[in-house]
């Protein structure tokens, strides 16, 4: 069972409330995540709130995982959060919503999926890949930035809209 929730940014995440829970393990997409679609700058607010969040303990390990099937660019994100790991889809069946790479981070960093969170911009993607992953929470944010990968402005968000405008709360999302 995975708990979903809505929030404006990852920034309005209560990192110290999931660790009492036994979460500390942060699985987070990148575009429109931590940097605005087409940006290969982590938004800096979000890399000061991550850093203090560890800085504190309450993230353990961070890893990227994005549908972009560019290396290069991940770890680049990567390397401005010290994250420590990033996925990119090294087949089409490994793109979220496949669990493939949720399960792959936490193989590499050795963590257990049920101490994971995993954020994302993307109903269809980020919190479908976090549900068959089996992670105990997800966060499903706003998107940051104001543009979008075409394929998603007329296909995943008039879908999402729809979604958000059926259940105005926040809390406990289903996701069909
Ligand atoms: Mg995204």
Redo the contacts with the bound molecule.
Sequence with gaps: MTNIVRLPDITHINFELLRVSGVTNLFT?????LAPYGDSQIDPYTAEFLESQRAVGNIATISLITNRRDPAFAKHMAEQLGADAYLCPTSKDHRKPAPHMLHEAARMLGVSISSAVMV???LT??MHAARSAGVPYAVWVDRLGSTDHPGDRYLRRPYERLHKRRYPDRLLIPIG
């Design positions: 997409d990148i575009e429109s995540t994302g911009d993307k993607g980020d």
